[in-house]
């Protein structure tokens, strides 16, 4: 595949913006390769500035469910355009986009919508130690729940840690607070309850993980959380900025059957457009300023743009019910892929649920931050680069999720196996 323009294009970003590139992972270090530069997006392709074309399997990390530049999403943004982008002022459509998420989950009865997940997973912390007048949130490691300081921890040589900071730039006495345990890991979580238990505030959790890789929990650890949450009087966020509306069209808590205290959702509530929210319980929002003292704001919060997209992407979900379509074809399509490599002989393991999946390159099951690290990621980086040559981008890490969207089609899947099965690993 020719690739002259997208080197000449990474040369002059690295100039201008740090590593070339405005998020770290589209650097293509991990997979030992240069980043290709997206001209244009349509349905299930993308196509690079020198006319490569690719089916797509990272979806812009999962928010375009129906695919790139879906008709009747681009319509609604192009009538909210026309009439401004951003007034600093309430509209109508924040009203309404809050009204569908507070219908799709049982859980919520108000909204707080910001501009990312980030900024989401920011403000339920704080909402949640505000709430209980308690400092210390316990963290999963393996869970990414944005770059928030008090998020960016590391853990420790024991089952249980203070969290201590994985970056520059973030003081100790930011990370202090955090209390790391193995995901998957009831046991740990208890022993943390037993030590801290007066002081904790909140247990963040992926209800399924999708930053160290897929994983998909038992019911019985998200029922276990909730459980300890109660009994301690903390409170449990789940952080749902990748699976809400994406697994279900009530998220995982849906599947699961688990009630979370506080929601954060991003990704597809803005149809490829920034934004994100914070949901859950009345007595609980109600403590978010300006009705209580807990405080938050963003000018850009809720912007029409973001919520118009948003709004028309959960209205076609709500209609035509994708999700049993999405769960048959990417299990027949990861079936094909553990076929095709179990034919080459080469150890993998695949996580999935729903239209998220993750090949893992080891053959022992991965559960958690510890065994996905086990994985072979030179292996990987070679898969990723063989494929990308072949007209198939996928994430450009071994520890990231793949999704499908409601444009794939079977003859692309049946495209990528015929290019996987040309791959030497």
Not at 66 to 79: I, W, Y
Not at 109 to 133: F, N, P, Q
Not at 300 to 309: D, F, I, Q, R, T
């Amino acid at each position: 595949m020719k690739n002259t323009k997208n080197k000449r294009l990474f040369a002059n970003a690295k100039k201008v913006i740090p590593g070339g590139v405005n998020s770290p992972v589209r650097a293509f270090n991990a997979v030992d390769a240069s980043p290709i530069f997206i001209e244009k997006a349509k349905g299930q392709y993308l196509y690079d500035a020198d006319g490569n074309k690719y089916i797509d399997y990272c979806l812009s990390w999962g928010p375009m469910i129906l695919g790139h530049a879906n008709k009747d999403v681009l319509a609604s943004v192009k009538k909210t355009m026309a009439n401004g982008t951003s007034y600093g002022i309430p509209t109508e459509l924040e009203t309404k986009l809050a009204e569908k998420v507070v219908a799709a989950f049982d859980s919520i009865d108000k909204v707080r919508l910001v501009s990312s997940g980030t900024e989401a997973v920011m403000t339920a912390i704080r909402l949640a130690r505000g709430t209980t007048g308690r400092d210390k949130i316990v963290k999963f490691v393996g869970c990414y729940h944005g770059h928030v300081d008090h998020m960016l921890v590391s853990a420790g040589s024991g089952l249980m840690t203070l969290g201590s900071p994985s970056s520059p730039g973030v003081p100790k006495d930011f990370t202090k607070h955090t209390i790391l345990v193995p995901y998957n890991d009831l046991d740990a979580l208890k022993k943390a309850f037993a030590k801290y238990s007066d002081s904790i505030a909140a247990v963040i959790v992926e209800p399924v993980a999708g930053n160290m890789g897929t994983i998909v929990p038992p019911k019985s650890f998200l029922k276990g959380i909730s459980t300890l949450c109660k009994k301690n009087k903390s409170l449990l966020i789940f952080d749902e900025v990748i699976c809400g509306f994406r697994l279900a069209y009530g998220g995982a808590q849906t599947i699961f059957g688990i009630k979370p205290d506080i929601t954060t959702l991003g990704k597809i509530i803005g149809g490829g457009f920034p934004i994100g929210a914070i949901g859950g319980k009345a007595k609980i929002m109600n403590n978010l300023s300006p009705n209580g003292a807990v405080y938050q704001a963003g000018t850009l919060s809720g912007n029409p743009v973001c919520v118009s997209a948003g709004l028309e992407t959960l209205k076609i979900l709500k209609t035509n019910n994708p999700y049993p379509k999405l769960e048959k074809m990417t299990a027949a399509f990861c079936t094909a892929i553990s076929e095709t490599l179990t034919s080459k002989s080469v150890p993998h393991t695949i996580n999935r649920i729903g239209s998220m999946f993750t090949l893992f390159f080891t053959d022992e099951p991965v559960t958690d931050f510890a065994s996905a690290m086990k994985c072979d990621t030179a292996k990987y980086a070679s898969y990723f680069r063989q494929m990308l040559n072949a007209g198939i981008y996928l994430p450009p890490s071994q520890f990231e999720a793949n999704f499908i969207s409601t444009a794939h089609k079977k003859t692309d899947l049946n495209k990528t196996i015929a290019a996987l099965k040309k791959v030497k690993l």
